[in-house]
């Protein structure tokens, strides 16, 4: 791996991403609109957003980012970017991290407004610290993004890219804690939902809501990220340099 090769990738996917609006209103308002549409849904009933809400901020930002990163990546490779850059001293290390760091700086974005609007727009209670409440969302963000690089070294296709969500995403929203407490799950069904990464992010964001401090706020957070890590690992070993 070589720092300059990362950066420099990293600058050119925010380069390309500057000439992309579209790609920059899904990163960052999507969510907000999604977390808004929530709100709105169950505003007549008291304390239903400030259940789930906490939920819905670690859910929607790990959706849009694994979308984002998975299609984005995949283009490199339809188009021959990435063949073409593997010409050069840019290693695949170099490759995912570069587009790890500059999805880093949109999930930044993404989750200062997220949790800003979630909170201050629509009401959201938290009893932990907003800082916290943000480092979730980012985290989030980056773990989906990671699972989107995975993802597309993966997939020949950009539908294929997409079918991958009912293997990676779905089931972890299903299994995560976000319908049902995951101390209440048949005991297969938990014992599944302890090796997936958005378990412990759902665990973490309803941990600060309540004002927890602590292990039971970093203790998931660091799972969270050590999933993330392997993904990264993973999709650098993995990764192909052109599609066919």
């Keep these: 791996m070589n720092g300059r090769n990362l950066f420099a990738t990293a600058r050119r996917v925010l380069a390309q991403l500057r000439h992309d609006p579209r790609s920059i209103a899904l990163m ?8 808004g549409l929530f709100a709105w849904l169950f505003s ?6 400030d259940r789930f809400g906490g939920a819905i901020l670690a859910l929607f930002p790990f959706i849009v980012m694994f979308l984002i990163t998975s299609i984005t990546t995949l283009r490199e490779r339809k188009s021959g970017t990435l063949e073409r850059l593997m010409t050069t001293p840019l290693g695949k290390a170099d490759f995912i991290l570069g587009y790890a760091l500059a999805f880093g700086v949109m999930a930044l974005l993404q989750a200062v407004i997220t949790v800003w609007f979630a909170v201050w727009v629509c009401g ?4 932990g610290p ?3 409440l943000g480092l979730v969302a ?3 963000a980056l773990l989906g993004t990671a699972l ?8 020949q ?20 804690g976000l319908f049902m407490p995951r101390d209440q799950m048949p005991d297969v069904l938990h014992a599944i939902s302890d ?11 309803n941990a600060v809501a309540a004002g927890k401090e602590g292990g039971d706020v970093f203790g998931p957070l660091l799972v969270v990220v050590a999933f993330m890590v392997g993904a990264l690992v993973l999709a650098s070993l993995t990764l192909r340099r052109r599609t066919r």
């Design 138 to 140: 980012v985290v989030d």
């Design 28 to 35: 960052i308002v999507a969510p907000s609109v999604l977390v």
């Design 148 to 155: 989107g690089l995975l993802a597309s070294a993966f997939a």
């Design 195 to 205: 090796w997936l990464p958005l378990s412990y992010a759902i665990d973490t964001i």
């Design 130 to 132: 907003l800082w916290q």
């Design 157 to 176: 296709t950009e539908f294929q890219a997409v079918q991958f969500m009912p293997v990676l995403v779905f089931p972890q929203i299903i299994l995560g």
């Design 44 to 49: 007549e009933q008291d304390a239903v957003f």
């Design 124 to 127: 959201l209670a938290v009893d």
